[in-house]
């Protein structure tokens, strides 16, 4: 089985073939950032008319560092949402013209798939286990029992937590994207300087929240002398990414019980998302995985931001089980994993 799979949701334009024995023939992607760091974060506009500018000439580089050609696909998949809706068109059309001039299946893959999918194709793991997204937009814990069988167990109520990372960052002085440039910051400073609060600690249910924490941050850097040394700045990013990871491994602990007690058959925490490009983050994940009694994985951290070679794995695995759709879809701004999961917090929370 051959896939050719498109990604163009946020600020990555990205194609990738991948086949049904979990090989990536090709994976190629076009990161946006330069175009975006002027205005300090993402442009939806700006990222339209780049995707439609580059994607072809990304397809035709794939296809040609997999070595195949259109005819011998199987399908063509691309993600339908949830994203940047313009984005989304552009990669959403280029897959249905390609499917429908090569006479090939189409696949509309959900993002939020293509992450929870994607430790099936770097490692091969059965079905359920234990799922944290953790990007830019989403913050969420998933059970994860199978293609298009997702169960929510906790969410953010507030700030997703890689966008908590990118705020601070900005108010430290540290530019964009923040989580990286946090990283390196904290890794100069001292975590223990500054008390900050574990926003839901010791809370019943998994869900996250990290507006207040990132108000505490606020608050603190303007009680400190301006502007910010070099000194103060690494401290308080030492502080707040022990802070996110401190919550974000309390909240971890608490849904691996949840799910150890209805998945029993699970064996695996998985960790998908930009943020977990995070290496404080990876290891306390680790050592919660391993005292409560399952296996951490990360696939290697270019599978874990935006790429297409987990939108063409998402549509192998679909298209395994025959869930094709057809040239009348629409893409979907909004799209949650879990659609029978309530509703949290205001107009800011993505899914
Ligand atoms: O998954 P992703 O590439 O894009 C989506 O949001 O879908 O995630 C991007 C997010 C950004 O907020 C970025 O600041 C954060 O992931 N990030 C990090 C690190 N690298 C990227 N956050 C913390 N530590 C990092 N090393
Ligand atoms: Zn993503």
Redesign the pocket.
């Known amino acids: 089985m051959l896939v050719l799979g498109i990604e163009t949701s ?1 600020d990555e334009t990205a194609a990738a073939v991948v086949t049904g024995e979990r090989e990536i023939l090709a994976d190629v992607v076009l990161s946006q950032l330069d175009e975006h760091r002027p205005f300090g974060g993402i442009v939806p506009e700006i990222a339209a008319r780049s995707h439609l500018e580059h994607l072809d000439r990304l397809v035709v580089e794939a296809m040609a560092r997999a070595g195949v050609t259109f005819a011998e696909l199987d399908a063509v998949a691309a993600t339908g949402g949830p994203g940047l809706i313009g984005g989304v068109i552009v990669g959403v059309m280029t897959a249905k013209a390609i499917a429908l001039a090569a006479g090939k299946s189409f696949l509309a893959v959900n993002h939020l798939e293509g992450h929870a999918l994607t430790a099936r194709l770097t490692h091969g793991i059965a079905f359920p286990y234990l799922l944290l997204l953790v ?3 989403h913050c969420q814990l998933l059970a994860v029992e199978g293609v298009g069988r997702y169960r929510r167990l906790g969410t953010t109520i507030d700030d997703a937590a ?2 908590a ?2 705020k601070v960052a900005k108010m430290v002085g540290l530019g964009y ?4 440039a ?2 390196r910051a904290a890794a100069q400073g001292d975590p223990a300087r500054f008390a900050l609060p574990r926003p839901m600690k010791g809370r019943p249910g998994c869900d996250f929240s990290f507006s207040g924490l990132k108000n505490a941050v606020r608050l603190l850097v303007e009680s400190l002398p301006q502007p910010l040394s070099g000194r103060d700045a690494a401290d308080v990013a030492a502080g707040f990414q022990a802070a996110v990871a401190g919550s974000v491994a309390d909240r971890t602990a608490r849904a691996i019980r949840e799910f150890r007690e209805r998945w029993p058959e699970g064996r695996h925490l998985v960790v998908a ?3 977990a ?2 290496s404080l983050l990876r290891a306390i994940l680790q050592t919660v995985a391993s005292e409560n009694g399952l296996e951490f994985l990360a696939p290697p951290l270019r599978l874990c ?2 790429n297409a070679a987990m939108i063409a794995w998402a549509g192998v695995e679909r298209l395994r089980l025959g869930l094709t759709d057809g040239l009348e879809f629409a893409p979907r701004p909004r799209w949650p994993l879990d659609p029978t999961a309530r509703k949290v917090g205001g107009a800011g929370v993505k899914a």
């Open positions: 946020c990007s830019g937009g890689g966008e990372f990118d994207p923040g989580g990286p946090v990283e998302g930009g943020v490009a995070n931001t935006d």
